[in-house]
C-alpha cells in the first residue's frame, strides 16, 4: 500500500506537446516521482484509470472515445485539471468545427491532395468521430484549467505543487499573461 499521491494522464484530442512540457519540468521529476505515482498515462502501460487523487486531461474531445475516456478520469479522479488550449477552448482541433464532418470527411480521405486510391476508412474499431469538436469542460465538470499551448513547465510544476500540498493553485498575472 502506498501513500503517494495518484495522478493520471491522457491525451485527448490533442499533440501530446502538453504532455511534452509536463516532462519539461527536468530535474523536478525526480522530485515529483518521489511525490506520486502515475495510473494511466503514456509513461505507464495502465490502459484504464482508477481511483486517483488527479487527473489530467490534455486534448479537446473529438470522437465516441475521446468522451469515454474523460467520463472515466472524471469518474475515477478527486480533482480534475483540464491543461492547454484544446482543452480549454477545443484549440487547433476545433478549426473543423467551421465546416460539416461530412465536408471534412471528403476533404480528408477523398477529395485531398495527393491522396493514393481515395476511401473513408470504415474499421468499426474506429471510434466515431463528433460532430463538432468541443472543450473538456462542456463534457465533464472540470476542477482546474491551466491555459498556454502547451502551458509552460513552471506552471505546470507549480500547480502540480500546490495540488500536492493542499493549496488552492494560483498564479500572478504575469504568468497567465500571453500577449
Ligand atoms: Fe498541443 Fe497546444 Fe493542444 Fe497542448 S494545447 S495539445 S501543445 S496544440
Known amino acids: 500500500m502506498t501513500d503517494k499521491i495518484r495522478i493520471a494522464t491522457t491525451s485527448l484530442a490533442g499533440c501530446f506537446g502538453c504532455h511534452m512540457s509536463i516532462l519539461d519540468i527536468d530535474e523536478r521529476i525526480i522530485d515529483l516521482v518521489e511525490l506520486v505515482e502515475f495510473n494511466r498515462s503514456p509513461i505507464t502501460d495502465i490502459k484504464d484509470v482508477t481511483d486517483c487523487d488527479v487527473g489530467i486531461i490534455e486534448g479537446a474531445v473529438a470522437n465516441s472515445e475521446n468522451v469515454e475516456v474523460l467520463r472515466d478520469f472524471r469518474k475515477q479522479c478527486k480533482t480534475l485539471v483540464a491543461i492547454g488550449a484544446c482543452a480549454l477552448n477545443g484549440g487547433i482541433p476545433a478549426m473543423r468545427n467551421q465546416f460539416s464532418l461530412e465536408e471534412c470527411i471528403e476533404e480528408s480521405y477523398i477529395n485531398g491532395i495527393g491522396l493514393d486510391q481515395p476511401r473513408i476508412p470504415d474499421d468499426a ?4 468521430l463528433l460532430n463538432q469538436v468541443h472543450p473538456v469542460h462542456e463534457v465533464v465538470k472540470v476542477d ?29 498575472q504575469e504568468q497567465i499573461n500571453y500577449d
Open 144 to 172: 482546474y484549467f491551466l491555459p498556454g499551448c502547451p502551458p509552460p513547465a513552471d506552471m505546470i510544476w507549480q500547480l502540480l505543487t500546490d495540488l500536492l500540498q493542499g493549496r488552492e493553485p494560483s498564479f500572478k
Open 125 to 128: 474499431e474506429l471510434p466515431m
